[in-house]
């Protein structure tokens, strides 16, 4: 008589080799999903070119920033003697009679606005708020050096036509140093925003101009 035939037992790994390979493809998955979240939140290398730029960019604006008040400040200290000549010979308030002029006194202020002109010319290509402030000074210093060509022209005119001339060029000085004084607040701004503080590079004025005039802050201060 034929006995059933018994099963075989189940040869189940033991225990330690089932924990083993848990954690081995516990590992695994890790490093998968963690290589995935690296490839999706590294920086691309079109990104990390566009940083650098950006950061070249800034610096070689703060430097510019720096050599344009230079600039600035040498172009006001040249200009100073041309404006007060021209104060002397068209007072603004017609408080006092035209001083005498002499032609060497022009070509001195000729020479002064010639060389404020060359300094500012082939301006190399910056940040668009410094861009801003340098062009506005290059069209003010540009503008006084047609002062001065329009004054010397005028000095020849006789009757109506001198009157008129001379006060070509007293609305012309209001213009050029209205354009200084917009070049020179966007140049103390973009001062403070490189971290240099406060610079005021101001022509003078005369009260009731309408020029834009420096604010109170004390030079190199870097509140805003």
């Known amino acids: 008589m034929n006995r059933p035939r018994q099963p075989m037992p189940v040869q189940r790994p033991p225990v330690r080799g089932r924990v083993l390979a848990l954690t081995a493809a516990f590992a695994l998955g890790a490093m998968v999903s963690g290589g995935v979240v690296f490839g999706m939140t590294r920086p691309s290398s079109i990104e990390q070119m566009a940083d650098q730029i950006r950061a070249?960019?800034?610096?070689r604006d703060k430097t510019q920033i720096k050599t344009l008040t230079e600039l600035a400040r040498t172009t006001r200290d040249r200009l100073v003697p041309v404006l007060d000549g021209l104060d002397r010979a068209l007072p603004v308030d017609g408080t006092a009679g035209p001083a005498v002029i002499t032609a060497a006194d022009v070509?001195?202020?000729r020479k002064a606005a010639t060389a404020a002109v060359e300094g500012f010319a082939d301006p190399p290509s910056g940040e668009t708020a410094t861009n801003v402030a340098r062009s506005s000074l290059t069209s003010a210093v540009r503008q006084l050096a047609t002062i001065v060509d329009t004054y010397a022209a005028a000095r020849d005119l006789t009757g109506?036509?001198?009157t008129a001339a001379m006060d070509l060029v007293v609305r012309?000085?209001?213009d050029a140093l209205f354009t200084w004084s917009v070049g020179a607040t966007a140049l103390d701004?973009?001062?403070?925003?490189?971290g240099y503080g406060h610079q005021h590079v101001f022509l003078?004025?005369?009260?009731?101009?309408?020029d834009l005039t420096p604010d109170a802050e004390p030079e190199g201060n870097h509140d805003s």
């Open 160 to 162: 109506p036509a001198r």
């Open 204 to 210: 003078p004025t005369s009260p009731g101009e309408g």
């Open 107 to 109: 070509e001195n202020w």
């Open 189 to 194: 701004a973009v001062n403070v925003d490189a």
């Open 172 to 174: 012309q000085r209001a």
């Open 56 to 59: 070249e960019s800034a610096l």
